[in-house]
């Protein structure tokens, strides 16, 4: 009789051309073919991984959908010297990208053990350049920071104008904006030497931040 002492599941190969066919920054689409999705998503869906579309992480949170992720990377023009704020860790999917890109990253998540299993996973991939924090987020890093790039993965219901403070002059900011469980729109904020410029960018549905 033969055995079968375990069995490996085997997904497909990442749909890159798809996945990344609005996105034209070669150093994002660098970064996301170096940043192994599988390994953020709960073992029950790897095969599912590089689906194009959001999945549960735990603790009633979701990893959104590689294309937006992509999308809102490209959108956020990081670059080897700045410093980002991240807001809503999750599985640390984003938070990976982010470190590819810039000097360093902080982020926070409103859930503790969220936030423990990201932190141990991204150390475990040999990111070194990232910091955690338990928050809510609303009022961003909480040593007054200032930041190049802000990115906000969890909804606010409006401008989110504590982040914007702690933005530096030239940075940009993304993050949706809307009621929580409703249709949200994804808004581009740009710090000039005559304020802040908004523009929104598309509709999308996140998870409130709190």
Same mark, same amino acid.
Request: aromatic share 8%; charged share 25%; with cysteine.
């Given at each position: 009789?033969?055995?079968?002492? %375990?069995?490996?599941?085997?997904?497909?190969? /990442? /749909?890159? #051309? *798809? !996945?990344?066919?609005?996105?034209?920054?070669?150093?994002?689409?660098?970064?996301?073919?170096?940043?192994?999705?599988?390994?953020?998503?709960?073992?029950? !869906?790897? !095969?599912? &991984?590089? #689906? #194009?579309?959001?999945?549960?992480?735990?603790? =009633?949170?979701?990893? *959104?959908? /590689?294309?937006?992720?992509?999308?809102?990377?490209?959108?956020?023009?990081?670059?080897?010297?700045?410093?980002?704020?991240?807001?809503?860790?999750?599985? %640390?999917?984003?938070? $990976?990208?982010?470190?590819? !890109?810039?000097? *360093?990253?902080?982020?926070?998540?409103? @859930? $503790?053990?969220?936030?423990?299993? &990201? *932190?141990?996973?991204?150390?475990?991939?040999?990111?070194? @350049?990232?910091?955690?924090?338990?928050?809510?987020?609303?009022? %961003?890093? /909480?040593?007054?920071?200032?930041?190049?790039?802000?990115?906000?993965?969890?909804?606010?219901? +409006?401008?989110? #104008?504590?982040?914007?403070?702690?933005?530096?002059?030239?940075?940009?900011?993304?993050?949706?904006? =809307?009621?929580?469980?409703?249709?949200?729109?994804?808004?581009?904020?740009?710090? %000039?030497?005559?304020?802040?410029?908004?523009?929104?960018?598309?509709?999308? +549905?996140?998870?409130?931040?709190?």
């Amino acid at each position: 009789m033969q055995r079968f002492v %375990g069995f490996r599941l085997m997904a497909k190969p /990442p /749909p890159f #051309d *798809s !996945l990344l066919r609005e996105v034209s920054d070669a150093a994002v689409r660098e970064a996301f073919r170096r940043v192994d999705r599988e390994r953020f998503v709960p073992w029950a !869906l790897k !095969l599912c &991984a590089w #689906d #194009d579309r959001p999945l549960p992480i735990g603790e =009633g949170a979701t990893i *959104s959908q /590689p294309s937006l992720v992509a999308k809102m990377t490209e959108w956020l023009q990081v670059k080897k010297e700045h410093h980002v704020l991240e807001i809503g860790t999750g599985s %640390g999917y984003q938070t $990976a990208l982010l470190a590819e !890109l810039a000097k *360093s990253v902080y982020t926070v998540e409103i @859930n $503790a053990e969220l936030s423990a299993s &990201a *932190s141990e996973r991204l150390a475990a991939m040999g990111y070194g @350049n990232i910091k955690f924090y338990v928050g809510t987020g609303d009022e %961003g890093w /909480p040593t007054q920071d200032a930041f190049d790039r802000i990115l906000a993965t969890a909804a606010f219901t +409006r401008r989110p #104008d504590a982040l914007l403070q702690q933005l530096k002059a030239g940075g940009i900011c993304i993050a949706p904006i =809307g009621p929580p469980n409703e249709t949200q729109q994804l808004m581009c904020y740009t710090k %000039g030497r005559c304020g802040v410029k908004e523009r929104p960018l598309i509709p999308v +549905r996140f998870l409130s931040m709190l």
